[in-house]
């Protein structure tokens, strides 16, 4: 079964407002959760490193005022798209690995924003 | 910078033939090796980790590590048309805070 949740799947929103999108490791904790995105028929990229206790690391080019972060407890981190526009429209996934390494996927978050 | 490259493909296979995928990575400090399948409109799934040098098996799937070459590969045996997604290969370097590399991945289609 799934060891990383995520929710919710599908999102739809009008331009302007703000997204929360919820992570959670369910059976081991993690201090570190990553954020990515990924448009059709693109490949995997790396928003941000979220760290429990501390500031995420946001990749470069991805703006931490409009992509917040909160990593509040070692099996939950959020990520929060502030004033979405259409052009955000994305599949939004979490990932969160367990101590002995392996990374694991969220079910991924369909952003659609009208 | 580190990179991982994969053929983009689309490789494509009868059924009940053997897939090999490869991958190729810049960072030799590199310590961990993964494959992940994703079907279309989903999520990676893990389907294989390797750390050492040589083979590893697990069911119908193989992965393959060449640290001296920095090669891994992975081989489907008995391919079935529900094998067909992108595969990921993603490597982590020693130290990194459990961050990954992944490849642009390649597309395998099984035609029945």
């Known amino acids: 079964g799934a060891v990383v949740s995520q929710h919710p799947s599908w999102v739809i929103c009008k331009s302007g407002t703000s997204v929360k999108i919820e992570c959670r490791s369910l059976?081991?904790?993690?201090?570190?959760m990553f954020w990515y995105r990924q448009f059709p028929k693109q490949s995997l990229m790396l928003m941000a490193t979220s760290n429990e206790g501390s500031k995420a690391t946001y990749e470069q080019g991805v703006e931490k005022d409009k992509f917040l972060i909160n990593h509040a407890s070692l099996t939950l981190s959020t990520l929060t798209v502030t004033s979405a526009h259409p052009e955000d429209s994305s599949f939004y996934i979490c990932?969160?690995?367990?101590?002995?390494?392996?990374?694991?996927f969220g079910e991924g978050s369909r952003l659609t924003v009208l | 910078q580190k990179e991982v490259e994969q053929n983009s493909g689309p490789l494509s296979v009868p059924e009940g033939a053997i897939a090999s995928l490869n991958c190729t990575y810049s960072?030799?400090?590199?310590?961990?090796f993964f494959w992940y399948r994703q079907y279309s409109g989903k999520s990676p799934e893990l389907i294989m980790f390797i750390y050492s040098n040589g083979d590893k098996e697990d069911g119908r799937f193989t992965a393959q590590l060449n640290k001296a070459s920095q090669y891994v590969s992975l081989l489907i045996r008995d391919s079935q048309p529900s094998d067909s997604a992108t595969y990921l290969c993603a490597v982590r370097s020693g130290g990194s805070n459990y961050k990954l590399t992944f490849g642009k991945g390649t597309l395998l289609t099984v035609n029945p």
């Open positions: 960072d030799r400090g590199s310590q961990s």
């Open positions: 990932s969160a690995p367990r101590l002995t390494g392996e990374l694991f």
């Open positions: 059976d081991f904790q993690a201090t570190t």
